[in-house]
């Protein structure tokens, strides 16, 4: 296939994609994934430069805009809950997966690590697309998942850079950039948003203002060898307040997610699915399964009893969001092949369960435990509001 025409099948898969999901009233990720490992194992397209940057940028687009929908003082009010399922959501089944590759599957120790890592994450990125396609990123229940989403992530950064990443003065580089950016968006964003003569531009100063911050997170973090999701989810929660305070703020977040949802993030998902071998996956098609059911019961044991604690209306809708696993599995992943630390089978099998856990509990998800009426959703947010 021509390079020139890859453009065009991106266009192609991303435009089908949208159909399919509203058609068939299943989240376009779901649909994004799927095509792409579709076209991927076809030989349609192979994955170029230029798309695995855009993918990158989405998950950290995604991941921005997550942190801006969530509400500040609910996740002050409500940390214990939100910490408790997003730790047991991580410890659980980083544990379990790394038990079985390293005892029964006899995967080398830092291979085992790596497993325990990639298969302990939930997608924050695919949690925020689905609850804000199902209306629900608003509601106490959908503020709750991404805050408890963003721990669980956490402690699998935290767990890929103890165990493996070797600091550098790079990396105190990043951190220290990350909490500068952070502090002088918190105190100066106002001064762009609430500019009169920057609003409601149509070259869109405000929404260029936040992707370059986006930019320098990924550059500092390239640098770096961090990570920069989490000063992206950072920077979205203290930017949340800016956006919520005024009609014109929260129109530049929804003009930032129509740009988001239209071009940037479909490639992101489309990626996710291109780098699925289903050849590689068939010839160990049993740890495929194996991993994929410690997974997905792990993640059961590690949230459901506190979910149905917390939020008992929405336990099930909730356990299966957050099994779901993408961006930080798929780092975990690739830096485990890049050095050496797993071999191209092993990484084929652990990015099939990471995408399989995207699809298949989101599926199940919305077909049979997503809040239907909105009396549900106002009950889950008990009492508080």
Not at 57 to 77: K, P, Q, S, V, Y
Not at 371 to 377: L, N, Q, R, V
């Amino acid at each position: 296939m021509y390079t020139e025409a890859i453009p065009l099948l991106m266009g192609i898969i991303i435009l089908l994609a949208s159909l399919i999901s509203l058609r068939l009233g299943l989240s376009v990720a779901i649909i994004e994934i799927l095509l792409g490992a579709l076209a991927g194992n076809m030989g349609l397209i192979e994955t170029q430069d230029w798309m695995i940057f855009i993918a990158s940028f989405g998950g950290i687009l995604l991941t921005f805009l997550a942190g801006t929908e969530i509400d500040t003082d609910l996740m002050r009010e409500q940390f214990k809950e939100s910490f408790l399922m997003g730790f047991f959501s991580f410890v659980v089944p980083f544990l379990a997966c790394f038990a079985y590759t390293y005892y029964v599957a006899g995967w080398s120790l830092p291979a085992a690590l790596i497993a325990g890592v990639a298969l302990s994450t939930t997608s924050l990125a695919v949690v925020y697309s689905v609850l804000v396609e199902t209306n629900l990123s608003q509601t106490h229940i959908g503020k709750i998942l991404m805050s408890s989403t963003f721990f669980t992530d956490m402690g699998t950064a935290v767990a890929l850079s103890v165990l493996f990443i070797k600091p550098t003065l790079y990396t105190g580089l990043f951190i220290a950039v990350s909490i500068v950016v952070i502090i002088l968006a918190a105190k100066f964003s106002h001064k762009v948003f609430d500019n009169p003569k920057l609003r409601d531009k149509v070259v869109e100063p405000e929404i260029k203002y936040i992707l370059l911050l986006l930019l320098v997170f990924m550059y500092f973090a390239q640098i770096g060898k961090g990570q920069a999701v989490l000063p992206a989810f950072l920077l979205g929660l203290i930017m949340s307040k800016h956006f919520a305070e005024t009609s014109c703020t929260k129109l530049v977040r929804n003009r930032l997610r129509t740009v988001s949802y239209a071009v940037i993030t479909p490639i992101f998902f489309v990626v996710g699915g291109l780098k699925v071998s289903i050849p590689l996956i068939l010839s160990a098609l049993g740890l495929f399964a194996i991993l994929f059911a410690i997974k997905i019961v792990s993640k059961f044991i590690g949230v459901y009893f506190l979910a149905d604690k917390y939020i008992p209306q929405g336990s099930m809708y909730t356990t299966l969001l957050m099994s779901t696993g993408l961006t930080f599995g798929t780092i975990a992943s690739v830096f485990g092949l890049t050095s050496g630390y797993i071999n191209q089978v092993q990484y084929s099998v652990l990015v099939g369960v990471v995408v399989a856990s995207a699809v298949i509990p989101t599926f199940i998800a919305q077909r049979w435990f997503m809040p239907k009426h909105s009396e549900d959703i106002v009950e889950i947010q008990g009492g508080k509001h």
